[in-house]
């Protein structure tokens, strides 16, 4: 990570899904993973909610997350696998307007340093949605870590170079 000194840090409001059938307040470890993270950076969490394996159900929160001008990023953590109930990117495809594809390629490199080849059964992904980016992380700890550590922290940071997220946000909605 390259950071400009001399630059601001601009704190963004980021909201946290997890996608799950099993997940609790009192178990969801990787949204509080996520949400710790999201506030050591300096960022603001905007909401957080857990909502089970259905994509209309998901794509129903995304909307409404889209639709909120105070949040300026989603963060999904579970449903990215390859089961009948991993609907996540299905969710995503529902509300987006451009895909992001080197999120997910970078996830899976940097996961493969972790699980090696078992990276292949993640659908890690990200887009944008109407001026509001969304990224799918997996549902497991050592995912959530690698995705924030390794792509998120740097990209939502407004002071990272050559280029970073946070810059792009005024122009995301143009025609």
Known sequence: MAIDPDRLFKPITIAVLTVSDTRTAENDTS??????????????????????DDAGAVAAKLGDW???QAIDAVVTTGGT??????????ALDRVKDKDIPGFGEL??????????????????????????YIFALPGSNGAVRDGWDGILAEQLDSR?????????????REV
Not at 81 to 90: A, C, F, Q, S, W
Request: glycine share 10%; with cysteine; charged share 25%.
């Open 31 to 52: 949204g509080d993973i996520l949400a710790e993270r999201i506030k050591a950076a300096g960022h603001h969490l905007g909401e957080r909610a857990i909502i089970r």
């Open 66 to 68: 889209i639709a909120d």
């Open 81 to 90: 696998g390859l089961t009948g109930r991993d609907v996540t990117p299905e």
């Open 107 to 132: 996830f899976r490199w940097l996961s493969y340093k972790s699980i090696g080849t078992s990276t292949v059964q993640s659908r890690a992904c990200a887009v944008v949605a109407r001026g509001t």
């Open 160 to 172: 990272n170079r050559p280029c970073n997220f946070v810059e792009l946000m005024p122009r995301l």
